[in-house]
Each structure stands twice: as C-alpha cells, then as structure tokens.
Nanobody, 122 residues
Framework: VQLQASGGGLVQTGGSLRLSCAAS????????MGWYRQAPGKQRELVAS????????YADSEKGRFTISGDTAKSTTVYLQMNSLKPEDTGVYYC????????????????WGQGTQVTVSS
C-alpha cells in the first residue's frame, strides 16, 4: 500500500490549504484514513480522521477550522481542508490508512505516507 500526500506549502496566518492523500496498492478494505501532524520536537498527533462509514474525528484545536472529506467506501482519496491557519499548525502532515489488503485479508494494518510540510508564517 502506498499513500501519496500533497498540497502542503507556506501560507500566512489566516490562510488556507487543502491537502490530498491518495492511496494505492493491494487494498481490500479501508477502515479509516486520517491526517496526523508532527511539529518540530513534538510527537506525531492526530489532526483528523474519517471512518469508512463517514464518521469523522477531529483534534480539539482543529474543530471548526479543518474539514476532512472523502468516501473511503468508493475512493481511496481523502482531503483535508485547512482554514484559518495558525503558526501552531506548522508541521509535517502525514496521511495514514487503516485497513486490510488482498494478500492479508484478515489482518488490520496501518500504513503511512511520506508526509507533506505545512508552514504557517506569523
């Protein structure tokens, strides 16, 4: 399974960015896809996730500003719309996928993409 994240960049405070994550490979089913952020010197933390049924989860600091979208039952691409960006949103954003593959249909595994840098200037 490969995850390709894109859409990061440099933006001023209050600006917007839209991240995309496209999954490909031997995917049988997707339980969820999500975005995590790792700021310099900090641990990777959940930003938002979307389950196969469409339910979404957000970190408290992102509620009302970020929107994750995508239909993981029909597509292997999810998006993260980020509005009203703040300097503390700066970090590398990683896409992940939890699911199974045709070669290992009974195992739920987590896959990670390479990350995309988001920098918000003050």
């Amino acid at each position: 399974v490969q995850l390709q994240a894109s859409g990061g960049g440099l933006v001023q405070t209050g600006g917007s960015l839209r991240l995309s994550c496209a999954a490909s490979g031997n995917i049988l089913s997707i339980d969820s896809m999500g975005w995590y952020r790792q700021a310099p010197g900090k641990q990777r933390e959940l930003v938002a996730s979307i389950a196969s049924g469409g339910s979404t989860t957000y970190a408290d600091s992102e509620k009302g500003r970020f929107t994750i979208s995508g239909d993981t039952a029909k597509s292997t691409t999810v998006y993260l719309q980020m509005n009203s960006l703040k300097p503390e949103d700066t970090g590398v954003y990683y896409c992940n996928l939890e699911g199974s593959t045709w070669s290992s249909p009974f195992n739920k595994l987590i896959y990670w993409g390479q990350g995309t840098q988001v920098t918000v200037s003050s």
